[in-house]
Each structure stands twice: as structure tokens, then as C-alpha cells.
């Protein structure tokens, strides 16, 4: 047995034990080899419109070009706040090429959640669909962003995207009205960034591996959201990490174009990590803008062969319980990835009937460009761990004490790799790390003979709601502003759809407090997964000697409430 890390004598014989990190000098260096390997292949697929590596390189010179020629120091933070849309790559690529960092935004958050992360980043600077611009609209004097990039859906797919930004705005009224036209934001339109830029020139920055790439807000456990700084060198170690992992299978596809399906949101750094492992291999991107319309999903899928499935157990339930899901062909399938958030034993066993390809299960963090541990690709059988470290990654398992526990014995779980964040931005790190540099996740685990994980729970009190962190302190701090509600508090019960639910226990004022006043504050004042989708009144809350919420007293009243 390798002593300390057992599960090396369990990878398959084409993974490596490790990976080189520095064998590109940036990320940037990384993206122009993908584009100079692949430039004719098609990259993307959305709506039906194809774009092409070549089309992804040139566009991102386009948007480097401009926003060198808007005269921003070296370093500067840009916001990208859109959903899968052809253009967000071509963004995001652009604003590393031109010596950024990309500091991308949940498109679906409300403008006090907007708010905090372009004030803790520092913005100046954002790429946002018009779609969402209503929230921007509510905050953005109380901003440092200075210039506006509006984009429509539909500006990179030519003809068929006007169809698209009619029948958005038009049909479907999914635009809601907004004014953003004070002349000190400047605002621009995406297709006139597109236009200038391809007219001015570029300047290539020198670039170094340690410098920023992406600022990834996560939650946090005062209630506010905190940005991880993701360098160059952790970005290019996860695309490493990833494509050594996938290797057992990968290396036997011989299809000349390979599709992965993303319907996972690029905002979130599992779909990011996974772009970057495309791009390594040439894939094509089936982008859903919309993976919550079932129907369209299921049509997307009928138009082309895909091979790689990434997604959240939610995802998966969801496309199960379509009865056209079933009449897809399925014979390209070959890897089924799950994670975000626990996947249940009777979805995998679902999917493996209804696919015939074995979901494998894996855990990963924001901190950690997503990358941590993962079951084998190969494995045609669910069995409920999280798998084993990957490639140059390296978990210990301590006690309350920081001493390493053994065998089959729970403990938070730390982590170590040059794919782990060197900390938050703007915060004292002091304690995000155990004192020999492993990275503490919080995360309660044990490790069997093999150097299998199982996750056994979170230290901390934090809910996982279809792959989404979401904290209740955040939620508790602005419930509390709902007039009538006394006190309030929140924990995570188990929801068969989304792996946990938001259930708020509430103190009214008086019966004028109903469910759903509660229920209307909650959707004008959170993002829609952050809501309570549960809501009891209580007369009074269990806290301790000092006044703390006991939030496991509650979570024992639910399951007392509910075993009657």
C-alpha cells in the first residue's frame, strides 16, 4: 500500500499520479493551443447555430482588443453575469487574453446579492444579458462599474438570433423593462464591442502563472458571499487534473467530434472546469440556455449524438421523470458525470437503466477549481463513496484537535493541491488552512482501506440545494426584514428533487404574517433557489444560554414532526 495515499494503487493504469502544472507558462497559453489545435472543429452548438473554435478565438481577440482600448490598469476585475449563451466563452476568454481577471456572476441573482460581489470584487466593468439588466438597474450607482456591455441572447447566432430576441422579448416577455442610459455607466452593445474590436489592436500582456484569472464567489459562513482567487496555475491544474482522470475512456472514443452536453450554468465552476477539459480534447459544447424547459431540453438532445453528461442529481431526476426522455438514442454515451450535490442511489440506478451508462460520482469545490476526488470513469457500478483523490491531490481527515484520525473514522476533510485556492479575496485566511497548508473544507468525511471517501455531513450548517450553496445566516439576515416576522431561522431538510430544501421556522407578530407574504418577500429579496420552500410558524425558537439559534434542535423537531 503507498503509505498515506492508498488510493494510488487503486487508478487505473492510464492515470497518472500526478500532473505538471508548468507546462504552460498561463491559462491564456493553454486556450490559444486549444484554438490552434482545433480552429475547424465546431466548439459550440446553441439553438442550432454552430460556432467554431476559429469563431471563439477571433471573437475573444475582439473583446481583449476592446477592453484594452477602455484603459484599464493591468489586474482589473470584469464582471460576466449571463447564462450558456455562445457568447459567454468568447467573453471570458477575452477578458483573460486582454490581462484581466473575470469575476463571473449568477445571472439569476437579485440586485442586493449583485451588489456585494461588485462591491467586494471591485468591478468596474460587466458583460450582462439584457434579460438581467433590471437587477443591475436597482444597484449600480451604489457601484464601481463605470461601463455597461449589453448583450441580447441571441447576438452571435446572425439571422436566427434575431428570431431568437424577438421571440425572447416579444413572445415570451422574458426581458423585463430597465433603464440603464445615464451617461456615466456608458453603455455599450455587445455586437458594437464585437465590431470595434476586430478594427483595434491587441497587445498581447505578459502573463505569469500565479497571477489572478478568475475571482469565484462561493457562499460564506457569515452570510455574505466570498470571492476564491483562482490563479492561472489552479485553473491549468484542474484541466490537467480532469483530462488525466478521463483518460480511461476518453482515449477509446473514436468519433471524429466529440459532444459533451452543458446545461450545467458557466458561471459555476464545475461547468467552467469542464469547458476547459473540452477544449483540452476539441469537444463541442451543446450549450441549454434553459435546462429547466424539460421539453426543449429533450429536443436538443434528439438533434445530435452526445457522448459526455455532466450534471447535478436534480438534472437527472428531472430528464427521468420526461416520458419522451427515454425514446433519445443513447448509444454514444460513454462518461455520465455527477456532481454539485449528493446523487441518490435510485437516480444512478435509473439512469444506468434507462442510458446504459454508469453515473459516476465525485466531489469538488469552488476553492478548488472543482476538482477533489472522483469515482473511476470505468466503474459500471454505483456505490455511494465519492470516490478517491485525483491526480496530485492529496486529503488528510483531522479531528477538532487537527490531528489525523484513522481508518473508517469521521473528520473534516482537508485538502491540498496546485489546483487549491491560496485563499479569499479581502479576507483574513488565517484559518482557511490547517498549519501544514492543507485547505479546510469543512466537509465531514471517512476513508475506507482504499482511500475511498464517503461524505458523512457538513461541519458547518451550510445547504445544498440542487448543487448551490446556500448558508442560513444570509437567508435568516434578510427574512428578518419582512415585516411582522420576530425571529426567524432556517436549516436543510432532505428534498427528494433538489437533495436538500430551505425550511424557515418563523416567530410572527401577529396572524397577519401568512405563508405567503412570507413566500412573495423571499422571491423580491432572494434567488430563487435560496427561498423557503417550507415555512413553519413557531411561537418561539430553541437557543442556547447566550441567545444562539440551536439549529440542530430544529432539525430534530422536523424529524420528530415528521416520523408521526
Same mark, same amino acid.
Request: charged share 20%.
Given at each position: 500500500? &503507498?503509505?498515506?495515499?492508498?488510493?494510488?494503487?487503486?487508478?487505473?493504469?492510464?492515470?497518472?499520479?500526478?500532473? $505538471?502544472?508548468? !507546462?504552460?507558462?498561463?491559462? /491564456?497559453?493553454?486556450?490559444?493551443?486549444?484554438?490552434?489545435?482545433?480552429?475547424?472543429?465546431?466548439?459550440?452548438?446553441?439553438?442550432?447555430?454552430?460556432?467554431?473554435?476559429?469563431?471563439?478565438?477571433?471573437?475573444?481577440?475582439?473583446?481583449?482588443?476592446?477592453?484594452?482600448?477602455?484603459?484599464?490598469?493591468?489586474?482589473? %476585475?470584469?464582471?460576466?453575469?449571463?447564462?450558456?449563451?455562445?457568447?459567454?466563452?468568447?467573453?471570458?476568454?477575452?477578458?483573460?487574453?486582454?490581462?484581466? /481577471?473575470? &469575476?463571473?456572476?449568477?445571472? %439569476?441573482?437579485?440586485?442586493?446579492?449583485?451588489?456585494?460581489?461588485?462591491?467586494? +470584487?471591485?468591478?468596474?466593468?460587466?458583460?450582462?444579458?439584457?434579460?438581467?439588466?433590471?437587477?443591475?438597474?436597482?444597484?449600480? $450607482?451604489?457601484?464601481?462599474?463605470?461601463?455597461?456591455?449589453?448583450?441580447?441572447?441571441? $447576438?452571435?447566432?446572425?439571422? @436566427?438570433?434575431?428570431?431568437?430576441?424577438?421571440?425572447?422579448?416579444?413572445?415570451?416577455?422574458?426581458?423585463? @423593462? *430597465?433603464?440603464?442610459?445615464?451617461?456615466?455607466?456608458?453603455?455599450?452593445?455587445?455586437?458594437?464591442?464585437?465590431?470595434?474590436?476586430?478594427?483595434?489592436?491587441?497587445?498581447?500582456?505578459?502573463?505569469?502563472?500565479?497571477?489572478?484569472?478568475?475571482?469565484?464567489?462561493?457562499?460564506?459562513?457569515?452570510?455574505?458571499?466570498?470571492?476564491?482567487?483562482?490563479?492561472?496555475?489552479?485553473?491549468?491544474?484542474?484541466?490537467?487534473?480532469?483530462?488525466?482522470?478521463?483518460?480511461?475512456?476518453?482515449?477509446?472514443?473514436?468519433?471524429? *467530434?466529440?459532444?459533451?452536453?452543458?446545461?450545467?450554468?458557466?458561471?459555476?465552476?464545475?461547468?467552467?472546469?469542464?469547458?476547459?477539459?473540452?477544449?483540452?480534447?476539441?469537444?463541442?459544447?451543446?450549450? #441549454?440556455?434553459?435546462?429547466?424547459?424539460?421539453?426543449?431540453? #429533450?429536443?436538443?438532445?434528439?438533434?445530435?449524438?452526445?457522448?459526455?453528461?455532466?450534471?447535478?442529481?436534480?438534472?437527472?431526476?428531472?430528464?427521468?421523470?420526461?416520458?419522451?426522455? !427515454?425514446?433519445?438514442?443513447? +448509444?454514444? %454515451?460513454?462518461?455520465?458525470?455527477?456532481?454539485?450535490?449528493?446523487?441518490?442511489?435510485?437516480?444512478?440506478?435509473?439512469?444506468?437503466?434507462?442510458?446504459?451508462?454508469?453515473?459516476?460520482?465525485?466531489?469538488?469545490?469552488?476553492?478548488?477549481?472543482?476538482?477533489?476526488?472522483?469515482?473511476?470513469?470505468?466503474?459500471?457500478?454505483?456505490?455511494?463513496?465519492?470516490?478517491?483523490?485525483?491526480?496530485?491531490?492529496?486529503?488528510?481527515?483531522?479531528?477538532?484537535?487537527?490531528?489525523?484520525?484513522?481508518?473508517?473514522?469521521?473528520?473534516?476533510?482537508?485538502?491540498?493541491?496546485?489546483?487549491?485556492?491560496?485563499?479569499?479575496?479581502?479576507?483574513?485566511?488565517?484559518? &482557511?488552512? &490547517?498549519?501544514?497548508?492543507?485547505?479546510?473544507?469543512?466537509?465531514?468525511?471517512?476513508?475506507?482501506? @482504499?482511500?475511498?471517501?464517503?461524505?458523512?455531513?457538513?461541519?458547518?450548517?451550510? #445547504?445544498?440545494? +440542487?448543487?448551490?450553496?446556500?448558508?442560513?445566516?444570509?437567508?435568516?439576515? /434578510?427574512?428578518? $426584514?419582512?415585516?411582522?416576522?420576530?425571529?426567524?431561522?432556517?436549516?436543510?431538510?432532505?428534498?427528494?428533487?433538489?437533495?436538500?430544501?430551505?425550511?424557515?421556522?418563523?416567530?410572527?407578530?401577529?396572524?397577519?404574517?401568512?405563508?405567503?407574504?412570507?413566500?412573495?418577500?423571499?422571491?423580491?429579496?432572494?434567488?430563487?433557489?435560496?427561498?423557503?420552500?417550507?415555512?413553519?410558524?413557531?411561537?418561539?425558537?430553541?437557543? +442556547?444560554?447566550?441567545?444562539?439559534?440551536?439549529?440542530?434542535?430544529?432539525?430534530?423537531?422536523?424529524?420528530?414532526?415528521?416520523?408521526?
Amino acid at each position: 500500500m &503507498t503509505e498515506n495515499k492508498p488510493w494510488l494503487d487503486h487508478y487505473p493504469g492510464t492515470v497518472p499520479k500526478t500532473i $505538471d502544472p508548468d !507546462k504552460y507558462d498561463s491559462l /491564456v497559453e493553454l486556450y490559444e493551443e486549444c484554438f490552434n489545435r482545433y480552429r475547424m472543429h465546431p466548439m459550440s452548438i446553441c439553438m442550432g447555430v454552430t460556432h467554431t473554435y476559429d469563431d471563439v478565438d477571433k471573437a475573444s481577440l475582439a473583446v481583449a482588443a476592446w477592453l484594452q482600448a477602455q484603459g484599464l490598469p493591468k489586474g482589473s %476585475l470584469v464582471a460576466l453575469m449571463m447564462p450558456n449563451v455562445p457568447q459567454y466563452l468568447p467573453i471570458m476568454i477575452g477578458i483573460l487574453r486582454a490581462g484581466y /481577471v473575470c &469575476t463571473p456572476i449568477n445571472p %439569476l441573482y437579485t440586485g442586493r446579492e449583485l451588489r456585494h460581489q461588485l462591491n467586494d +470584487s471591485g468591478a468596474k466593468i460587466i458583460f450582462i444579458v439584457d434579460n438581467f439588466a433590471q437587477a443591475l438597474e436597482q444597484v449600480v $450607482d451604489e457601484t464601481s462599474i463605470n461601463r455597461i456591455v449589453l448583450s441580447k441572447m441571441g $447576438d452571435m447566432m446572425g439571422l @436566427k438570433g434575431m428570431l431568437v430576441n424577438t421571440m425572447i422579448r416579444q413572445v415570451k416577455r422574458l426581458v423585463p @423593462k *430597465y433603464k440603464l442610459n445615464d451617461p456615466k455607466h456608458e453603455v455599450t452593445k455587445f455586437s458594437d464591442v464585437l465590431k470595434k474590436g476586430k478594427a483595434l489592436p491587441f497587445q498581447a500582456p505578459t502573463m505569469a502563472s500565479e497571477q489572478k484569472a478568475i475571482l469565484q464567489y462561493t457562499g460564506g459562513t457569515t452570510g455574505l458571499s466570498k470571492g476564491a482567487v483562482l490563479t492561472q496555475r489552479n485553473i491549468i491544474a484542474a484541466a490537467l487534473q480532469s483530462e488525466a482522470w478521463y483518460r480511461p475512456v476518453t482515449s477509446n472514443m473514436n468519433e471524429a *467530434y466529440i459532444n459533451m452536453v452543458m446545461a450545467l450554468p458557466l458561471y459555476h465552476i464545475f461547468a467552467f472546469m469542464l469547458s476547459l477539459l473540452g477544449m483540452r480534447s476539441g469537444y463541442t459544447f451543446i450549450l #441549454i440556455p434553459n435546462p429547466r424547459d424539460m421539453p426543449g431540453f #429533450i429536443k436538443t438532445l434528439s438533434k445530435q449524438p452526445f457522448h459526455i453528461f455532466p450534471a447535478v442529481n436534480t438534472l437527472f431526476k428531472g430528464l427521468l421523470d420526461q416520458p419522451n426522455f !427515454k425514446q433519445l438514442d443513447f +448509444s454514444s %454515451l460513454r462518461i455520465t458525470q455527477a456532481g454539485g450535490m449528493a446523487a441518490t442511489e435510485q437516480t444512478a440506478a435509473r439512469w444506468l437503466e434507462t442510458t446504459g451508462c454508469a453515473m459516476i460520482e465525485g466531489w469538488g469545490m469552488t476553492e478548488g477549481v472543482a476538482v477533489g476526488t472522483a469515482n473511476v470513469v470505468t466503474d459500471r457500478k454505483f456505490n455511494g463513496t465519492i470516490g478517491v483523490p485525483g491526480p496530485g491531490v492529496d486529503i488528510i481527515v483531522i479531528d477538532d484537535k487537527d490531528e489525523r484520525v484513522g481508518v473508517h473514522q469521521a473528520g473534516e476533510m482537508c485538502i491540498k493541491g496546485p489546483n487549491v485556492t491560496s485563499g479569499y479575496f479581502n479576507h483574513d485566511n488565517h484559518e &482557511t488552512f &490547517t498549519k501544514d497548508g492543507y485547505f479546510r473544507t469543512g466537509d465531514i468525511v471517512s476513508m475506507d482501506e @482504499k482511500g475511498y471517501f464517503t461524505l458523512l455531513d457538513r461541519k458547518k450548517d451550510m #445547504i445544498l440545494v +440542487s448543487g448551490f450553496n446556500v448558508f442560513p445566516n444570509e437567508i435568516e439576515s /434578510v427574512m428578518l $426584514d419582512c415585516d411582522g416576522i420576530v425571529d426567524c431561522a432556517v436549516i436543510g431538510i432532505d428534498d427528494e428533487r433538489q437533495g436538500e430544501a430551505v425550511k424557515i421556522y418563523i416567530v410572527p407578530a401577529d396572524s397577519n404574517v401568512t405563508a405567503d407574504v412570507v413566500k412573495d418577500f423571499a422571491l423580491d429579496n432572494l434567488t430563487g433557489y435560496k427561498c423557503p420552500r417550507h415555512i413553519e410558524f413557531v411561537s418561539e425558537l430553541p437557543k +442556547s444560554n447566550v441567545g444562539k439559534v440551536l439549529r440542530q434542535k430544529l432539525r430534530e423537531k422536523h424529524l420528530l414532526d415528521n416520523a408521526r
